[in-house]
Structures are given as structure tokens and as C-alpha cells.
């Protein structure tokens, strides 16, 4: 059983970073691809960033050149640092997992995912 916990969320005023860290057990980077989705009240589930197991990765347009996606695969953690952080980003963000190789468009799409953490809270203040 994959299981995923998620910790390193805050409150940050806007322009700061913040990293968010993903701990994995039972699933291997290797077979699966994994990423990050956020969550804002009264919004759907978005995707933010993703990686594969070839290393390839995605991103969100409203990610890119801010948040950077990376893993320990020796610790088996997931990373998700986010720079220049705007209040918009301000979202429970989750970790997710689900076994193979996404491609394309798919990689951002939650209900590709089959495993979730718990979420950790991220605020952005103006």
C-alpha cells in the first residue's frame, strides 16, 4: 500500500518561498509518476507539478519558471519548491501517486492519481 505524507506547508507573505516535502512508502519512483496538486476553497483540484520516472517533468503554466519539482530517490521523498510565491498560490497542496509512466497533458490531470496524501496548507498573505 502506497502511503504519502506531506509536510513543509505555511504562511509566507508574497515574493517567498516556501519547499514542500513528500514522504513516499510503497510505491518506487521508478514505476510511478509522481506530483503535486493544489486545492483552493471552492475550486477544483489542480495539477502544479509532476514527475516521471524518467525524470521528465510538467508543469502548470501558473508554475513554471516559480516552482521547481524534484526527488531523493535514495530517501524517498518528494520536493516541490515554490519561489516568488503570489497569494493566488494560497491552496491545501497534495502529493500524489499512481503506478506507470503518464505522458503529455494526462501528467496534471488529478483523477489520473490513485494515491493521496493528506495535504499540507499553504497561505500566501499580500
Known amino acids: 500500500q502506497v502511503q504519502l505524507v506531506e509536510s513543509g506547508g505555511g504562511s509566507v507573505q508574497a515574493g517567498g518561498s516556501l519547499r514542500l516535502s513528500c514522504a513516499a512508502s510503497?510505491?518506487?519512483?521508478?514505476?510511478?509518476?509522481m506530483g503535486w496538486f493544489r486545492q483552493a476553497p471552492g475550486q477544483e483540484r489542480e495539477g502544479v507539478a509532476v514527475i516521471v520516472s524518467d525524470g521528465s517533468t510538467s508543469y502548470a503554466d501558473s508554475a513554471k519558471g516559480r516552482f521547481t519539482i524534484s526527488q531523493d530517490n535514495a530517501k524517498n521523498i518528494l520536493y516541490l519548491q515554490m519561489n516568488s510565491l503570489k497569494p493566488e498560490d494560497t491552496a491545501m497542496y497534495y502529493c500524489a501517486a499512481t503506478r506507470g509512466r503518464l505522458a503529455g497533458w494526462a501528467r496534471l490531470l488529478w483523477r489520473n492519481y490513485n494515491y493521496w496524501g493528506q495535504g499540507t496548507q499553504v497561505t500566501v498573505s499580500s
Open positions: 510503497g510505491a518506487t519512483y521508478s514505476g510511478y509518476s
